[in-house]
């Protein structure tokens, strides 16, 4: 499946067309630039698309009436979106199937369009089940949070925050512990009567033991991140949350006895979309690439499960890391256990409202420069000074 | 190509031809460099003194075409807000064209972009007139560059070098998607340090 995207006039976007979404999507740009919101209506999007999906799996399979509507208002507002929609705002979300028929969600005119009439319905070859993450730039809160248990029921972080705090509680009843060797501890997950309790433990002689909540920001930023792509990758099982799924919205009709299968679930397409905001947060140069290889490893390495990955960073290190993955790839060998083809990489800056793409063509590399601008301003500066 | 800038580009614009004098450097040298210089667009045989290091092992005749300077003779009403790279080049060989934006840096600011929307706006409006784009046609390889001579830093401190070394990768230049340039039929490219271009025949 190929997915596009084209977003005008929404908040700090000006008129933004990707082509291609691959398999690592990556967002540069200053603060502001609008990298968090083109990701997040991404997401949105998906999101969107794999609900008309499960729409169209139970037309097919002779549930005529939907068990859900589409509330747009809602989702603008989880996004953050609500005062960046105006008259002119456009999106068009296309996915072009491996037979090459296109489907279009589009949002213009304040309205959702591509998942209401019966031509909108997604033939049962093309049908994708997803599953989206989306994990904030707020992640640090998580393993307080978690801690916290109970005692924080009711309070409310912002739907993203949430979305990826469930994440990481659903991936901590999987993940008893979890190795980080870059950051020489591991992680154990241990459950109480009191709920579960997360330590991090020094490994490579640093005997320690301390709660998440207490350990560097970094590790608490790392952590998050790496147990929800550990947990998409090796231990969530998409056939069972798809039956879980579609038996919940079932049961919403009250049809479970015209329900009538097209096909088995289990051969339907699946895909995890994982979104992360500043995968680097806290974490020095080198510890920021190793994160990545753990990510591109998890996902795309050893991955039970089909991901794409996607995120925003402010990071150099990351990007020109990226290069050395690439080479990795071309020289067949890995880099501290990863390695990434140069086809499945995307790299844009975000500037001024509209994406710029900064994968070069005519060799396997991205251009870093952007990044590297501001060490060569600083000492320009400096020379002007003598 | 002076023809079209002292005849059909005013003739196009309603306006009086200005002088080309100074403005057009003819070389077929081997290996030249073009440097920026207020007013002056200087062709400099010695390395190192230019922003755009140009390498012409076929001994192409070149022409290149001080389009800013150019721009700059217009009276400020045609001048304002009109976009103008820094040059022109064209091969006599009906094989190139090419617009070129020279940066030697200034602090902060954010040159590339800046680059890349000088050279479109010139683009745009050398497109315009009908000769010039005629003109263009006859040369198949067609490409806005932009070059930036890069920064170093004082010796006992290795930043710059080692952030700038990702373009020591690739001594031609990157090129790079871009298709406000692609849909004229121009390719788009960036020269940053030693990176050259390399024109052949």
């Known amino acids: 499946m190929k997915e596009s995207i084209y977003i005008r006039n929404l908040g700090p976007i000006h008129e933004i067309n990707i082509e291609e979404i691959r398999p690592l999507t990556v967002f540069i740009g200053k603060s502001g630039s609008g990298k968090s919101t083109l990701m997040k209506a991404i997401a949105l999007f998906r999101w969107i698309h794999k609900m008309h999906n499960i729409r169209s799996f139970l037309k097919h399979s002779n549930i005529s009436k939907s068990p859900f509507r589409f509330r747009m208002e809602t989702y603008l507002k989880n996004c953050g979106f609500d005062k960046f929609i105006n008259a002119s705002t456009e999106i068009e979300y296309i996915t072009t199937s491996s037979s090459g028929r296109e489907y279009k969600i589009g949002f213009s005119g304040k309205k959702l369009r591509g998942t209401t009439s019966n031509a909108d319905i997604i033939d049962q070859h093309d049908l994708l089940f997803n599953k989206i993450s989306f994990i904030s730039e707020y992640r640090n809160v998580i393993p307080l949070w978690a801690d916290r248990g109970a005692a924080a029921a009711g309070a409310y972080l912002g739907f993203y925050f949430h979305e990826g705090f469930n994440d990481f509680d659903i991936a901590s009843e999987a993940i008893k512990e979890l190795e980080f060797p870059y950051l020489d501890l591991k992680l154990i997950v241990r459950k109480t009567h009191f709920g579960k309790k997360f330590l991090v433990m020094g490994t490579k002689g640093a005997e320690y033991e301390i709660d998440l909540k207490n350990s560097s920001s970094g590790q608490q930023n790392a952590i998050p991140v790496t147990a929800i792509a550990e947990y998409y990758s090796k231990h969530f099982d998409f056939d069972l949350a798809i039956n879980s799924s579609i038996i919940k919205f079932l049961g919403h009709t009250g049809r479970l006895k015209d329900f009538k299968p097209i096909q088995d679930l289990s051969d339907i397409q699946k895909k995890v979309f994982i979104h992360i905001e500043e995968p680097e947060l806290s974490l020095y140069p080198d510890a920021q690439c190793q994160l990545v290889a753990s990510l591109i490893s998890n996902c795309f390495l050893n991955s ?53 793409d900064l994968m070069v063509q005519n060799v396997r590399l991205v251009n870093t420069n952007p990044l590297s601008n501001p060490i060569n301003d600083i000492y320009d500066r400096y020379s002007r000074l003598d | ?68 300077g150019y721009i700059n003779r217009f009276s400020h009403q045609f001048q304002h807000g009109k976009k103008r ?12 064209f090419v617009l070129g934006e020279l940066k030697d840096r200034n602090p902060f600011d954010d040159v590339e972009q800046g680059a890349r929307k000088q050279l479109l706006g010139s683009l745009l409006t050398i497109l315009n007139v009908p000769e010039i784009s005629a003109f263009i046609d006859t040369k198949p390889i067609r490409n806005c560059c932009y070059f930036n001579k890069q920064a170093s830093a004082p010796q006992v401190i290795n930043a710059t070098d080692a952030f700038n070394r990702i373009n020591e990768l690739q001594h031609d230049g990157f090129e790079m998607k871009d298709h406000k340039f692609m849909q004229h039929g121009f390719g788009y490219y960036e020269f940053y340090g030693a990176q050259t271009m390399k024109l052949t025949a």
């Not at chain 1, 996607?310 to 020289?331: E, G, K, Q």
């Not at chain 2, 073009?34 to 140009?54: K, S, T």
Request: hydrophobic share 40%; proline share 4%; glycine share 4%.
């Open chain 1, 304 to 356: 039970h499960n089909n991901i794409e990955l996607m995120f925003s960073t402010h990071s150099p290190y990351i990007i020109n890391y990226l290069n050395l993955l690439m080479r990795a790839n071309d020289r067949n060998s890995l880099i501290d256990n990863a390695k990434l083809p140069y086809e499945d990489l995307a790299v844009f800056l975000i500037d001024e409202g509209s994406n710029q």
């Open chain 2, 85 to 96: 790279c820094d040059f022109l080049l064209a091969s006599d060989n009906d094989r190139y």
């Open chain 2, 1 to 68: 190509m002076e023809d079209l800038f002292l005849t059909s580009f005013p003739q196009h614009y309603g306006q009086a031809s200005p002088s080309l004098d100074g403005l057009l450097h003819e070389t077929n040298a081997s290996n030249f460099e073009i440097e920026d210089c207020q007013e002056h667009m200087n062709v400099h045989l010695q390395a190192g003194l230019g922003m755009a290091r140009i390498e012409n092992p076929d001994l192409l005749n070149l022409r290149i075409f001080n389009y800013e």
